[in-house]
């Protein structure tokens, strides 16, 4: 499922839904990737309010990293400082 990250300063990836080792690179802003699923783990409090992750399909990711829900737009206008769509639910869960 096609996502598009809505934060201005991208959002970090991590190897687990932990937060504690991080991903090879950022998903920038505006940088459509693809999610191949979502995770619910609500320990980190930056994931907050939904507490999803998606886990990366798209390279330099492929399937083995995680970014934050609520970084991307998930149906919002880019740019929408009103964007408030914590999670996509079209994202089908791991």
Same mark, same amino acid.
């Given at each position: 499922?096609?996502?598009?990250?809505?934060?201005? %300063?991208? #959002?970090?990836?991590?190897?687990? /839904?932990?937060?504690? #080792?991080?991903? +090879?690179?950022?998903?920038?802003?505006?940088?459509?990737?693809? #999610?191949?699923?979502?995770?619910?783990? /609500?320990?980190?409090?930056?994931?907050? +309010?939904?507490?999803?992750?998606?886990?990366?399909?798209?390279?330099?990711?492929?399937?083995?990293?995680? #970014?934050?829900? %609520? /970084?991307?737009?998930?149906?919002?206008?880019?740019?929408? +400082?009103?964007?408030? /769509? +914590?999670?996509?639910?079209?994202?089908?869960?791991?």
């Amino acid at each position: 499922m096609p996502v598009t990250q809505g934060n201005r %300063n991208g #959002a970090n990836t991590f190897l687990d /839904t932990q937060g504690l #080792a991080m991903g +090879p690179d950022k998903v920038l802003f505006g940088q459509v990737v693809l #999610a191949s699923c979502k995770v619910l783990n /609500t320990s980190m409090p930056s994931a907050s +309010p939904a507490g999803y992750w998606y886990r990366i399909a798209s390279p330099p990711w492929h399937n083995r990293y995680y #970014a934050v829900s %609520n /970084t991307f737009t998930n149906g919002d206008d880019l740019g929408d +400082p009103s964007g408030s /769509t +914590p999670v996509d639910p079209a994202v089908p869960d791991c």
